[in-house]
């Protein structure tokens, strides 16, 4: 270790001190500000640094808007300052600043001399951190989102060439040998086959606008087109779908009974996907002013930390977003080996009619 | 729809005993002009689920097979490509196949059905190559024929 001096020592802390790009206060245990270097002077506001070099003591809780803990982003619960028995070292802190506004702070906080009870409370700026945090999750979430749509786009066109243009095209040869037909019989099986095609090419076309957005969810409301969504969903995957609701075919806003129907939609599909179950129970119901769904498996679970995901792996961020989006909230419960239950509820306030 | 008095229940039990596989499914077509599939017998299924799913010309493992009448072979499936949209093939994932052989039938140029012959060990049908399964089978089963048309 290299030897210092005390007063080589001092000369580094001083200098410390008065050009630290980090905040310092000495606060006493009380939480009354001591003393404070330039770059914490920089923060606090001008009445108050005048109040405190005219000698009267100022309390940090004056511009402190709370810390973070596991409940709240900014609580006062259990203050630091005032409580400095657990460890310390490290949280974070908002601060009210002079120039920027509410600014949050990654702060430590400890005593520095227990006789005179001195403690050292030390800030770093987090904002660019944080706008880096929030960047990445932006851009992550921007690259799931447009690799989604892609992908949609893909099964789309692929639905497109592989059905309804290939039918058209059997249509075409088969109108163009009618044409070099002169049996009257024989035109007449031709047409009829004709026929056939085109009832399926329909039937191909209503499929997929019926995928691409149900009408019968703005024409008859949420209860029709989840019921002809689950008979999809029985002869298509062999899942029972158990659907019970109290709703009363009463209609919502339009951007709720999307988000429910979208919702229930992927919580049914996961469930298809990976519950490994052959029957899922949803229930719909309003209840004090709140749309509420259940949808309840009783498949293999997952372990929510670590799905084991098969896909996008967007699916359930976005029955979150979506939730978010109309003021709701969604919640799954779900253990390994016991099933998987989604429960969303969102606030309605339906116009008297 | 295939009028038969051809029993195919029981033709599909001595494949799957003659094969020695776990499973032997058969999908028919159901109408003459309908491009749709049914689940109609099954051997060593272990639930009844394959009565309920519908198969659709051109769409999952069976659709592909019925519609453009060639042979599918998959010998592990947890290997493949497939393996993250089993949820389309309900078939494979309720009867936890692992590795299968899908084979069209046909009768007068058409397929008319299609063979699926299943095991629910991955790779277990690597050995018993396709060539070998065909000779089993014979030429014939009832009134379809096992017919290479586009090989």
């Known amino acids: ?353 | 729809m295939l009028v038969t008095s051809f029993d195919f229940q029981t033709a599909v039990e001595q494949l799957k005993t003659d094969l020695e596989v776990d499973i032997v499914l058969l999908a028919l077509a159901e109408q003459e002009d309908s491009f749709c599939l049914k689940w109609k017998c099954a051997a060593g299924n272990s639930n009844d689920r394959y009565r309920r799913v519908m198969l659709k010309s051109g769409k999952g493992v069976v659709g592909n097979v019925f519609k453009t009448g060639k042979p599918v072979v998959i010998p592990d499936v947890d290997d493949h490509p497939i393996r993250n949209e089993l949820y389309n093939y309900p078939m494979i994932q309720f009867e936890k196949i692992k590795s299968f052989i899908a084979l069209p039938l046909w009768q007068s140029y058409r397929v008319k059905a299609v063979l699926l012959i299943g095991s629910r060990t991955a790779s277990q049908l690597q050995d018993i190559d396709y060539d070998a399964v065909i000779k089993r089978i014979g030429y014939d089963f009832g009134p379809l024929q096992v017919q290479e048309l586009m090989t």
């Open chain 1, 1 to 353: 270790m290299i030897q210092m001096s005390n007063s080589q020592m001092i000369d580094f802390l001083v200098k410390m001190y008065e050009n630290s790009t980090e905040a310092i206060f000495f606060l006493d245990q009380e939480g009354k500000i001591l003393a404070l270097n330039p770059t914490a002077r920089e923060i606090v506001d001008d009445r108050l640094l005048e109040s405190l070099q005219q000698g009267n003591p100022s309390m940090l809780c004056t511009f402190c808007r709370g810390y973070t803990n596991d409940q709240n982003e900014m609580t006062c619960f259990d203050c630091h300052i005032q409580n400095a028995e657990d460890d310390f070292s490290s949280f974070q802190v908002y601060l009210e600043t002079k120039n920027k506004g509410t600014v949050p702070y990654a702060a430590s906080y400890h005593p520095i001399d227990e006789e005179k009870s001195t403690y050292v409370f030390m800030l770093r700026d987090l904002t660019t951190q944080f706008k880096t945090q929030e960047d990445l999750y932006k851009n992550k979430l921007m690259k799931q989102t447009i690799e989604a749509q892609e992908n949609e786009r893909k099964r789309i066109s692929r639905e497109l060439h592989d059905s309804v243009v290939q039918e058209l095209i059997s249509m075409l040869v088969d109108l163009r040998l009618t044409k070099y037909m002169d049996d009257p019989a024989e035109v007449q099986k031709q047409t009829q086959q004709m026929e056939g095609t085109l009832n399926r090419l329909v039937e191909d076309v209503r499929n997929l606008s019926v995928v691409l957005r149900p009408a019968s969810l703005d024409d008859l409301g949420l209860e029709a087109a989840f019921r002809s969504h689950f008979k999809w969903v029985e002869k298509n995957y062999g899942l029972d779908v158990n659907f019970s609701s109290t709703l009363n075919n009463r209609r919502y806003r339009q951007d709720i009974e999307t988000a429910v129907y979208r919702i229930g939609q992927e919580a049914i599909l996961n469930a298809i996907k990976y519950a490994e179950t052959f029957q899922v129970s949803v229930l719909l119901t309003e209840l004090e002013g709140y749309i509420e769904m259940y949808v309840r498996d009783e498949g293999i679970g997952f372990n929510k930390e670590k799905p084991d995901v098969k896909g996008s792996g967007i699916g359930l961020s976005g029955m979150e977003e979506r939730a978010e989006l109309v003021g709701g909230t969604i919640s799954i419960d779900t253990e390994v080996g016991k099933g998987t239950t989604v429960y969303l509820s969102i606030p309605v306030k339906r116009s008297q009619s």
